[in-house]
């Protein structure tokens, strides 16, 4: 069956380090991923794409990487901030629509 | 505020109602999508338009949901004799597309939260 899986568990990390969000899939073939923020009671909102035939991607302090081979993405904020704290999701585009993952709560403390 | 607006923004109604929900896309994207989110959830597609046209359904969308796009512009979600299981909130998002080129970046609107008692 198909399935797009991210971290489960809240991840809690300390203002300034690097936090890491995973986002595995299987039975699927992207032509990209994407990642979205989304604050509670709002919708989602677009951070970066990365095509199937890109390895890595960055954006200020957010990077991405894309493994077709592991079939995984993996998020990167580096000097994490409080005003990071928030839900990101992961997005398979397949078959003309998204299909997202459930989602990790990230929480950044001072 | 990314331009996708939906209204209302919270509906509680009682079981068995009828409700139905307004997207107005941003004004030049032809594809727009409907989706709901539970909480702790994903956003679940549910249908999406091209232009009027509505391309695909979800098995989600049973047959109390319908999905319309009359002009190509706004959309109306309506879902008839509404169950506590309905209780999401539903996401509105749009993007322009020109061939199989274009935006891919989906935008959101700020949902709709539904409560059915």
């Known amino acids: 069956s198909q399935k797009i899986e991210q971290n489960s568990e809240a991840l809690n990390i300390q203002e300034g380090k690097t936090a890491t969000l995973t986002c595995n899939y299987t039975?699927?073939?992207?032509?990209?991923l994407q990642w979205y923020r989304q604050d509670p009671g709002r919708g989602p909102v677009f951070l970066l794409l990365i095509r199937e035939n890109e390895k890595e991607k960055r954006k200020e302090r957010l990077k991405v990487t894309f493994d077709t081979t592991l079939k995984q993405s993996l998020f990167h904020i580096t000097a994490s901030q409080p005003a990071d704290s928030a839900t990101y999701l992961c997005?398979?585009?397949?078959?003309?629509?998204?299909?997202f993952g459930q989602g990790t709560e990230l929480s950044v403390k001072p | 505020d990314t331009g996708v607006s939906q209204d209302p923004r919270h509906k509680i109604t009682k079981r068995g109602q009828n409700v139905t929900f307004r997207c107005d896309p941003i004004s030049e994207h032809n594809r727009l999508y409907w989706y709901r989110q539970t909480l702790g959830q994903g956003p679940e597609f549910l249908t999406y338009f091209q232009n009027e046209a509505q391309l695909e359904k979800s098995r989600l969308l049973s047959d109390r949901f319908s999905a319309e796009r009359p002009k190509g512009s706004f959309s109306t979600l309506e879902i008839q004799r509404t169950e506590q299981g309905d209780s999401a909130m539903y996401l509105c998002?749009?993007?322009?597309?020109?061939?199989?080129?274009?935006?891919?970046?989906?935008?959101f609107g700020p949902g709709t939260r539904l409560l059915v008692l």
């Open positions: 039975n699927y073939s992207p032509a990209y």
């Open positions: 997005a398979l585009y397949q078959g003309g629509k998204l299909i």
């Open positions: 998002a749009s993007i322009r597309l020109i061939g199989y080129r274009g935006q891919e970046t989906q935008y």
